[in-house]
């Protein structure tokens, strides 16, 4: 069906259509590759580990090079790469137990479960903390945490492997383990030893986060051996006016940038006559997860407020009439109480095709 969709009217070659059929094909090419190769480096790997484990261990007389490779062996190639590769071997042991896959693809998949179960449990250990009503530094924090715990699960369960994303792998992980640190972080000036006991707590999470990190890097590092052309985003220049866009940005997205679109779905100005006078009023009236642009326009004026659009407000545009006609500022700081991860005054969590831009 792909071949007969890349022709259309008198067997004619639709261009569209046959460079999306030659893009899903190279991309199908790409994967079988490089799992073909992974698996190679694996067996590589197993047969080294066990060929020294025969060299200098009686016991593991019954080993040879030759010998199928099992699940645990895979592991323990695998987990090699880690910085804690003990219990990287042990976590994913445990969840493969009636497994037995072989494939780094699976297992890379098995360490990001177990490692979105230890920062599930991670919530309901933070509502054990008796704080003071009065210690609003720490219940600031306290609540920082729960934000950034909830970001960095739901940034593992969007990190399944997917060769044509890997690039984005690296970058997700990396996130979920900043959001652990900046979590501890927050409890900074707080007493009681709350931050002590969670950085215990959280000993399971970021091991086994950094596991699954440098497992991916690894892929990519076989991967950018190979010279793979998987997930190279580039910027691309527009020759209108100078302005740069992304290249994932989409024709609509970059008219409504360039201001050749005009229909707003928010209008905020502090004169009354927008829809709403605060920037955080408009950000709320966006839609959850909306698949389609809400365009906020943002008219003159100098808006006193810490602006916060949390993750599931996909879409958003917002545009003002210049960097120095509309201006956001706040005041917030870690001095005053404010945990410094909250001290931003313009707060986005994990946006989804989101933009802030001032037009000149």
Not at 11 to 27: H, Q, V
Not at 75 to 87: G, L
Not at 160 to 179: C, N, V, Y
Request: glycine share 6%.
């Amino acid at each position: 069906m792909d071949t007969l969709n890349s022709f259309k009217g008198y067997g004619k070659m639709d261009p569209a259509a046959d460079r999306a059929f030659r893009r899903k094909t190279r991309r199908r090419i790409i994967l079988i590759a490089v799992t073909a190769v992974l698996l190679v480096a694996i067996v590589a790997t197993v047969a080294t580990v066990l060929t020294i484990n025969k060299r200098n261990s009686s016991h593991d007389n019954h080993f040879s090079p030759q010998s199928p490779i099992s699940t645990s062996s895979s592991i323990r190639a695998v987990c090699s790469v880690t910085r804690y590769p003990n219990s990287c071997y042990d976590s994913i042991s445990a969840a493969s137990a009636n497994s037995t896959a072989v494939n780094p693809a699976a297992l890379f998949n098995l360490s990001l479960s177990v490692a979105s179960r230890a920062l599930s449990k991670l919530p309901s250990f933070l509502s054990t903390f008796n704080i003071p009503a009065a210690d609003k530094r720490l219940q600031a924090a306290v609540q920082d945490c729960r934000d950034l715990i909830d970001d960095a699960i739901d940034r593992l369960n969007e990190s399944a492997l997917d060769f044509g994303k890997i690039g984005d792998l690296k970058t997700w992980l990396s996130a979920t383990i900043a959001d652990q640190e900046t979590c501890l972080d927050g409890f900074e000036g707080t007493s009681g030893g709350f931050r002590e006991k969670l950085e215990s707590a959280m000993a399971n999470s970021t091991q086994f986060a950094s596991n699954s990190l440098a497992i991916v890097a690894r892929i990519m590092g076989i991967i950018g051996n190979l010279h793979f052309p998987i997930n190279r985003k580039l910027v691309e220049v527009e020759g209108t006016g100078g302005s740069i866009f992304p290249e994932w940005a989409s024709e609509g997205q970059r008219r409504i940038l360039q201001g050749e679109e005009t229909a707003f779905n928010a209008t905020v100005a502090l004169d009354g006559t927008g829809n709403v006078s605060s920037v955080q009023e408009a950000v709320d009236m966006v839609p959850r997860r909306s698949l389609s642009p809400f365009v906020i326009h943002i008219k003159a004026g100098e808006y006193k407020e810490a602006v916060v659009v949390d993750k599931n407000k996909w879409n958003v545009v917002m545009i003002g009439d210049g960097m120095y006609k509309t201006i956001i500022t706040d005041s917030k700081n870690f001095i005053d109480g404010t945990p410094t991860f909250s001290t931003a005054t313009f707060c986005k969590f994990w946006l989804v095709n989101s933009v802030l831009f001032f037009l000149s």
